[in-house]
């Protein structure tokens, strides 16, 4: 946990003396820098506060009250307790992705959703797993914190096409020079919001297991989601592409992690147990290639390697 903590804190100082410097070699001074800044923030700030009502219309989401879902507002309720957390509002959407997601401007205004199919896929210490994942993004406000960063990148494009664009005189070659750079670093920022959300998928996996859960429950839950997610048709995946940074697991790769996983379900139940997650410990894995270099371009981490971080927590 504090080495993630302060991976965490390191990403977010160094992604914010990226775009000072820049702003500040660009309009020669401090105070330059704010107008770019409060115009991102802005921005930002706007798809930040509509968010929710995006996410609920994507995914067809239907709250849900304590008569209609007792189990699963049981589970949320004794999360969020421990959690020090107001227990957030439970929805269900009818896609047919076997996922769970949290979302919320703030802690009170905390969401907590799953689908259908992952209420029928998962066993109910699975499930819970997943939960506390979910709860724990909400508890560590995961969301303030990756719109945070992605104030950085949008700062340096505006930097960068004032710069190659608008600027005229005797410093235009200059003036452009420095607004290639800024548009590579925006291109680098960019992945570094992507590393940053992984590192807080890791955290929410961490959070789970401090809130209750087995670490070889949330292991067997998301080895089940990817083999569940590779039946979805290429259609729904679509419907969600905007959202699936929201997600437990990336849908969208899961196509591609299922060979990669196979190495770990030695007894071919469908599940992963306590065992096969402790043999895993001391196990040396193979990851290909193309699923690094995909991986550094996903909001998530790669599976395999997600789950052999979790058999450290035994």
Not at 10 to 37: C, D, K, S, W
Not at 233 to 261: C, H, M, N, T
Request: hydrophobic fraction near 45%.
């Amino acid at each position: 946990m504090l080495g993630l903590q302060l991976k965490m804190y390191l990403l977010v100082a160094a992604m914010f003396g990226i775009v000072y410097a820049v702003a500040v070699a660009a309009t020669g001074g401090a105070l330059g820098f704010a107008p770019y800044a409060i115009m991102a923030s802005f921005m930002l700030f706007i798809q930040y506060m509509i968010g929710p009502k995006m996410v609920e219309w994507s995914m067809r989401i239907k709250y849900v009250s304590d008569k209609e879902a007792p189990e699963l507002h049981r589970m949320v309720e004794e999360l969020a307790q421990k959690a020090g957390l107001p227990k957030p509002k439970i929805g269900i959407s009818p896609l047919p992705i076997p996922n769970a997601f949290a979302f919320g401007r703030w802690k009170s205004d905390g969401r907590v959703c799953v689908t259908e199919q992952i209420m029928r896929l998962l066993s109910k210490d699975e499930l819970k797993a997943v939960l506390g994942h979910e709860i724990s993004h909400l508890k560590h406000r995961d969301v303030t914190v990756i719109t945070m960063l992605s104030v950085v990148p949008m700062i340096l494009w505006y930097l960068s096409w004032n710069l190659m664009w608008a600027r005229s005189g005797r410093d235009r070659g200059n003036a452009a020079l420095l607004g290639i750079v800024a548009f590579v670093l925006y291109f680098i920022t960019n992945l570094l919001v992507l590393y940053g959300s992984r590192i807080r998928e890791h955290y929410a996996d961490a959070g789970s297991v401090n809130l209750g859960s087995k670490p070889h429950h949330l292991a067997s839950a998301l080895y089940k989601l990817v083999y569940g997610s590779a039946r979805v048709s290429k259609d729904v995946l679509k419907q969600v592409e905007g959202y699936k940074a929201f997600f437990a697991s990336d849908p969208s790769r899961a196509f591609y992690e299922i060979q990669e996983l196979k190495q770990l379900d030695t007894d071919l139940s469908g599940t992963l147990d306590q065992n096969e997650l402790l043999a895993l410990r001391s196990k040396s894995i193979r990851v290909g290639t193309s699923d690094k270099l995909m991986e550094i371009f996903s909001t998530h981490p790669n599976m395999l390697k997600r789950i052999k971080h979790l058999s450290e927590y035994h």
